[in-house]
């Protein structure tokens, strides 16, 4: 499993989770606008189906999801301009240019 941090990013702590395990964390994330990416965190194979939680604690915005599709899995996480986190599921890697 690959997780994207796209679009919306500001300075912002990321906690990931995935069945409930802290997988990954990261302060002062930023989007580079230009491209619309922030990071990549890989994660390998995680099993089948794994659910996965986005945190930023400093924003007190959350959300969970519990994946159904078989793995390889790629996951675009954004930020809308709403506050909310938008997530993407692909089979094949996204771009960035």
């Known amino acids: 499993m690959k ?12 906690i990931i989770r995935v069945n409930g395990k802290e997988v990954f964390r990261k302060d002062n994330v930023s989007t580079r606008f230009q491209i619309g990416y922030a990071l990549s965190v890989d994660l390998g194979p995680v099993g089948n189906p794994p659910a996965v939680e986005i945190v930023l604690p400093q924003k007190n915005i959350s959300h ?4 159904q599709e078989p ?10 301009q709403e506050g909310s986190i938008d997530c993407r599921v692909s089979h094949e890697p996204f771009g960035y240019v």
């Open 3 to 14: 997780i994207d941090l796209q679009d919306g990013f500001k300075n912002d702590t990321v």
């Open 64 to 67: 969970s999801l519990k994946l």
């Open 71 to 80: 793995e390889p899995i790629f996951l675009g996480v954004s930020l809308t």
